[in-house]
């Protein structure tokens, strides 16, 4: 493939956090062209005034989102509210669109249409691709980016979700950690709960604050994380997870701890987590006693990582950093899609954070 | 004892946090005049200088700390490094002075002295009593409260040992969790690293960042949970403790996780922390389904807590709020004070935090 | 008066902000009782839910607005949206409630009604004694205070206005500044702006960034500014007025800057503003080269000032830090009803800060 | 110049927040090759260490800063306390390098050494090359990036001198402002104070704090802006400065006021600004009506501008947003680089901020 060779994609649901964010990377990206950004009620809106930082697209008026709008582009990302996506994706495919279609969304991450239901309370719209290259697929030897090079569809992870999945999965693909009894506390930043205007989510209540939400399981990622270990190998899975917020707007840094299988020696932990990312591009196991902060992947697509063993306690605790709109959201779209259309999984992605 | 009764209290280290907090809840103490405020370094420095806020003590000046200028006072309050406090105090009672002492620092918080002198690397100082009046003492059937009614001294806790003992103390009292595996992720703000100048704490490293420290059980405060939860009634205990610094001045949010005892319903773990706080002034169990967060809390003496059982993961999940320099720091101090010299509890202390 | 006197004040608004503030203030005030709580699409809620900060009212319930819950207090407080005070103080007042009336709102704080209309664009309500103690009133040779003591109906000053006029007053007062020519930029914090959620005041938007509105001498504070300017003493004045919203949640920063008289020592001018706030017990000129912070007067009634002469520009720099809900809304409010009352002026109030 | 064409650069104090930002901007440009990074007390440090956001530069360790590290590359960037750089580039030169050498530093940066002798207080070591390309020079016709393409050595500027200036100039060159009486107050975030610990820099200090400092004409950027706006053809200039710390890590928004020529309708002052920022790739007129905000601009090079007339106030207030780190300090470093390697202005710089 030739340098000059680029793709049209189309972003619906542009004026929201996750569609500006892949907006952000695609105008960096060196095979892509920016066609329609769509929106729904912020339709013939200036894209100056919902994203002024995308300078170059300040004068770009956003169009309704509707099979005519999106049709005729190579890709098609849908940054829409859950549930949305499904439908769209049928129509387009009926009016003979071939594009590859990235979801934000959550409608197809679950392979378990029961945890879905269970989860969402609606009937399960089927499961797509998922956009995590870095998962192990602990039955075929291999990881996810496999599957991707051949998708057509690709469901993005949730953010939370790549968090706490890059932690721990190198203990559970190496059966050095026990996947029974998961515990995942995560600081994380306001962007992740979106830009619709809600009272808790004003920066006066945050400010100063440090608040929890969806306490004791009831969270929409807990069946998607578990999914996520079953694939690295875990048999039983038992995930506690608890999100905090805290007053930045990017970042999530997850600190889980799992019981550290027996009798395994310190050594032999950090051994399966060295393994595990040394070829990765964009996760990074940092050296013995330094710890992942979130300044340090702003803006990047980059997971940092670190482990430690707890000896008192008997428990691995294994930590990431990431900034949750870029390799949480748009930079795990940019990754799959490249992957998906044979490009280089690394372009138009960078391992640089913005910091301080 | 008539309202007209004042106690003189001299704070030594009043250039710090700690000792500002001390002053700033002394201020509006009906029971109390604030005698001498000493330092070290910043020995000399007027009050207003090194505590802006302070606006009644701002023409107060700093004297050295001694023992000539501590002397003489009802009540003398140390906010000094780790180490100090011991050696004061004995020289202070050398010199004859009978005044009840508080100390802010860790010395005299532990009483296992092998515990100490793995943590932090010196010798055992000797134990004080606890300054925590909730903390439940199982085999006495009492609080700590009582002790402090006759103490002399007195060992200000650690503020994350405060946020972890408070939520954690009415499973464990109740036989309702296991203590064996209990995991405790903090998100703390930036005042509880105190007020000298470091680099990680500057405030362009700490905008935006979300960042752990003390990873793997390492941190101090470690011993001083598995204290607390033993006398609350555990036999053994272990606890994976990871604290994560926030961009927030003021306070802690502590989610700790304990597996559920079989077959407890959830029932009866909610009645246990409801009867366990039902009569504690500074203690509040929200209403269920609303979860703590800082804001409610800044400034004022209380930690909230909720508790909720988390089925599918096993766990209950029991959250924890707190101003790390108030109910964590400088309002235990008063509260216990105010137990020693028998005054109203919760003299000078308010419930009302400075919200939002 | 007796200390055992107490006023029953009702609450209108009380779900917002502004009245959630008057609340904090007036649960420590030793005079006062806390009647009904009121609010329009609140109404029904827990007190616990709107404001969770303030304890001792979690289990009380907003009542609807209406003279029926208003009637039958000794002071109703009103913080209602712009329009809504005049007509249900009348409808009071027919109902036959002679109770003091403090209105937090703009409705009643001008005086001329055609910078009302112009301002505001409705018509002018009328004009109520105006709650900022401290303006001196240079054709009396006064100050607002005398005016209070004898007032039924209270304009509680715009927040902005308050940090800008104790600012300047001393200088305008004296003659040493010329107020034809006045520039102030204010760094203010997100709760001045409200609870009513909108996208611009997210935390995802607000974190990181530093946002200006109300350019160009659009803000409605600004005919007020020049209201109290020329109580002042000022003949003719001009003022140029812009706010920046900064990533507080509490505090305002007012930076004013004015020529300074032809031929004015740098030391008359700082002789005018030690004279004008020596006796005040709310304003407080710091000492000479410590500047105003906001950090300072967080939770406290307090202004903190400091004036320079920079004598390379010819202008005279004032700055006034204030905390938006203290001084420059509730604490006005409770000054202001002291006064009204018989009160001491600084009754239930405080002159100490929440810092760090 | 061909694609393939690269240029080796230096960076000396890599170690700080300019240096750590140049490679972070160096790191996306694709004709410089990073060559030798070194610091002085930080010395032997790894990167990974002083920048862990520099993912690709980790494992490199910092020289000691010398001539012998710094010699034999095309560019050298100083990122040094004020008062190193002059004698190292001329040791520099005297060991035969013919590096083109950027200052982010004041030491070169003023004309007039009699200004810098009173602000700076020490003797002035000569001046440079002014980096700022969009500086009007009124007397020539033509703009500072002229003299650049020629320049061996640059002196960066100020950041908050380019924010005022960027700000004001066009009105300046076009005669539609008053420059003797100009007005900037800039709320300015921490990056821009350095990394070295203070404890008045301390998060704890800076959260939930706005913060003035340098107030009365006293900071070093006076004549810096004086000196520019002379460039841009005024003569006689007073200029009223006053910086404000507000926590943000990164950002300056610029509040300048300068009263409007006699007569001047509002729509010849906003042309003026129009024409004058029409061909610039970084400054950006935004439409009117909307302000800029930092967000806009962060991790960005841009400069984001608005004007407005206050007619009641009689004074033109310009509004500029730029990231202090970039525009104001390594952006600038590196679009001044280009101009003086002969690449195009705009490598490896970008206009797209990061944002929520």
């Known amino acids: 493939m030739l340098m000059h060779v680029t793709f049209t994609v189309a972003v619906a ?26 929106a729904h009620t912020n339709a013939g809106q200036r894209m100056g005034d919902a994203h002024p930082h995308l300078l170059p697209l300040a004068d770009r008026v956003l169009q309704p989102t509707s099979v005519e709008s999106l049709h005729g582009h190579d ?30 969304g959550a409608d197809h991450r679950l392979t378990d249409a029961d945890a879905w239901e269970q989860f969402y309370g609606s009937t399960h719209a089927g499961t797509w691709p998922y956009g995590l290259p870095e998962l192990i697929l602990a039955d075929r030897g291999t990881r996810q980016r496999d599957v991707l090079r051949s998708a057509r569809h690709v469901a993005v992870p949730g953010c939370n979700v790549t968090a706490v999945t890059l932690a721990l999965q190198p203990g559970v693909a190496a059966g050095v950690v026990d ?9 994380v930043g306001y962007s992740g709960a979106g830009k619709a205007a809600k009272t808790h989510l004003l920066a006066a209540e945050a400010l100063g604050s440090l608040a929890p939400y ?13 999914q996520n270990l079953r694939a690295a190998g875990a048999g039983e899975v038992r995930v506690s997870f608890t999100p905090v917020l805290a007053p930045v707007s990017r970042g999530i ?4 701890t799992a019981p550290v299988a027996a009798g395994m020696p310190a050594a032999t932990v950090r051994a399966a987590w060295e393994q595990h990312y040394a070829d990765e591009p964009f996760v990074h196991l940092l050296p013995e006693g330094t710890w992942p902060t979130t300044a340090m992947v702003t803006g990047a697509n980059t997971a940092v990582v670190q482990v430690a063993v707890d000896e008192r306690a008997g428990r691995v605790v294994a930590l990431c950093a990431i900034d949750n709109l870029v390799k949480g959201t748009a ?3 940019v990754q799959s899609m490249n992957l998906a259309l044979g490009l280089p999984e690394t372009a138009g992605l960078t391992t640089v954070g913005v910091a301080p």
């Open 13 to 38: 649901g542009a004026s929201g956090y996750a569609g500006g964010e892949v907006l952000r990377l695609l105008l960096a990206h060196p095979q892509i062209e920016i066609g329609a950004l769509t």
């Open 75 to 104: 890709v098609v990302v849908l940054a829409l509210p859950h549930g949305k996506s499904g439908e769209l994706t049928a129509a387009l495919a009926a009016a003979g669109s071939t594009a590859l279609v990235l979801d934000c």
């Open 179 to 187: 996947p029974r009894d998961v515990v995942a506390v995560l600081a």
């Open 214 to 226: 969806a306490v004791g399981g009831t969270h929409r990622h807990v069946p998607e994380i578990e």
């Open 253 to 256: 840094l997850a600190t889980v």
């Open 331 to 333: 930079g795990a779209a």
